[in-house]
């Protein structure tokens, strides 16, 4: 898992520096904060399988450093509803809900115009709740776990000028904790399955207008 989050760091190290010497070449990108680099937008995600269902929401707001690199802070919340099975002898043994909600942030790197790999942490409050097939009493439980989605998505419409696109993304919870909501544990032999979280939303450019990414229309 180490070796994960080097490469990751290094990676995106990397282009960063590589977009920042990209930018000081360029005269008319110096300069600091740029109220037309911010954005915002947001996502649904659905995950389904293995009895398995989950739904959520995640709005987010952020800023763009270069055309290379986007940085965000995001909240979220979901629901999970899935079956409980023995995972021995697979009988049917209840049904587990959670509602999952707090606070994230994320990066975004674009090393070609329509194509972003993204790195997202998310600290993760569960509400617990499991319902058995028989007459036993429900369970509930409260607990937390932080979660560290590694994937890549494609960014529909995204064109110079205007931070304004679509998006689809697909994910991994990385972070091997044993509380992650986007881990199921109803696999043959009490194994284990990281479940792909499937996001799709749209990224809204704020302040832009005739800016071009730091720079301004030749008709200003």
Known sequence: ???????????????????????????????????????TGGSVNVSLGGGTTALGISPYFGYSVNRYLDVAVSAG???????????????YLGKVRQTIYGPGAFVRVFPLKFLFLQAQYEYNIIKYKLIYANSQPTDKFNYNASSLLLGAGYAGG????????????VAFDVAGSKNSPYIDYNTSGGGKRV??????????????????????????
């Open 158 to 169: 995204r064109e110079e000028g205007s931070n304004s696109f679509y998006y689809f993304s």
């Open 1 to 39: 898992m180490k070796s994960v989050y080097s490469l990751l760091l290094v990676t995106l190290f990397s282009v960063n520096a590589f977009a920042q010497k990209e930018s000081d070449d360029d005269d008319d990108q110096k300069g600091g904060f740029k109220k037309e680099n911010l954005f």
């Open 77 to 91: 919340i979901n629901y999970i509803s899935q079956r409980q099975y023995d995972p021995y002898y697979y009988n």
């Open 195 to 220: 479940i792909p979280i499937i996001r799709a939303g749209y990224n809204i450019a704020l302040f832009q207008n005739k800016v071009v990414r730091g720079r301004r229309t030749s008709d200003d």
